[in-house]
């Protein structure tokens, strides 16, 4: 459990209050609170039904962070039960050695007992990972999406503590863990700034933020085939797997909105990280950040 000094309040009330939502049975899903301001906010963002991918306009519903909120978590809602699959397919296998280099760049930076949050787990690789290897480490797990959770908690070994928060709206005090990791997750934040800021507040003084995602490369000839090959095969995956082309298909609709992995190092440095990795994989489509909080 989380380290007992800290005011925790353990709390599965948030979605069982609503008894229209599909949400009504969270047998492992716990909520952890520790901030009533906080978690107010949550809640509502939490307990809104899935909205049909189908029906909605993706370019209006990124536009804006309230929207494209509810977008994300309704397009996570709707493929839980495909997406580890296709992340492994699709990346050819490449994922699972992404993730593991990060939990290692991360893991050897974090003295033992340090408490762990990943930002965005969805199915929890991250997070599963990470507790594998640091019996001893406290590994708190977040995400909107409580299929996605449930999803990864459903038959794993693991012992992190799942948790759904929202990643701009943190429910934790300032400096409370030794480490933060983000695998595809600030891509996906209402505003990455604003997720950026929670993560650095929410660090220690010394600790580290580890993130992974896909960017746009540099090279403008390289970017249009990768942002291509990205957008045709996305969608007809997810017009295959759901009916949705835009659910798979929303890899290449939210990179073309996002940046490249040089500016996410200055995004970094303008929330405060001092950058100790970038990694960059797949000619800049991929990278890994490794940033300290002075
Ligand atoms: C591409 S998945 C990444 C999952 C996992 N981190 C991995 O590396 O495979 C993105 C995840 O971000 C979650 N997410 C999106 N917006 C979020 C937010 N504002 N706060 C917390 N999680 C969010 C989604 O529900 C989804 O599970």
């Not at 009504?24 to 952890?32: A, G, M, P, S």
Request: with cysteine; aromatic share 10%; glycine share 8%.
């Amino acid at each position: 459990m989380v380290a007992s000094e800290a005011p925790l309040v353990f709390n599965d009330t948030a979605c069982r209050s609503d008894s229209h939502d599909h949400h009504t049975v969270l047998d492992h899903v716990t909520f952890i609170v520790t901030n009533p301001e906080r978690v107010k906010s949550a809640r509502m963002t939490i307990c809104r039904n899935p909205v049909p991918l189908n029906e909605l306009d993706v370019a209006r519903e990124l536009a804006r962070p309230e929207t494209k909120r509810r977008f994300v978590r309704s397009l996570f809602d709707t493929i839980e039960g495909s997406y580890d699959c296709f992340t492994r397919w699709f990346s050819l296998g490449m994922d699972a050695r992404w993730k593991r280099r990060l939990v290692r760049l991360v893991s050897e930076r974090t003295a033992p007992g340090g408490r762990m949050l990943d930002l965005a787990t969805g199915t929890g690789d991250i997070a599963a990972a990470i507790c594998s290897g640091r019996p001893e480490t406290t590994v708190v797990a977040i995400d909107l999406s409580i299929p996605m959770l449930r999803r990864g908690l459903r038959g794993s070994q693991s012992r992190y503590l799942a948790a759904v928060a929202d990643m701009a709206v943190l429910p934790y005090p300032a400096r409370f863990f030794a480490s933060v990791t983000a695998g595809y997750a600030f891509r996906n934040a209402p505003e990455h700034s604003v997720a950026l800021a929670e993560a650095f507040r929410v660090l220690e003084p010394g600790g580290w933020l580890a993130t992974l995602d896909f960017y746009l490369p540099e090279s403008i000839f390289w970017r249009r085939l990768f942002v291509g090959y990205l957008r045709g095969s996305g969608r007809l995956i997810g017009r295959m797997l759901h009916g949705a082309p835009e659910s798979y298909g929303y890899i290449s609709s939210s990179l073309q909105r996002w940046m490249t992995a040089a500016e996410f190092s200055e995004a970094l440095r303008g929330t405060g990280f001092e950058i100790a990795v970038e990694h960059r994989m797949l000619h800049g489509g991929i990278a890994i950040h490794v940033a300290r909080r002075p």
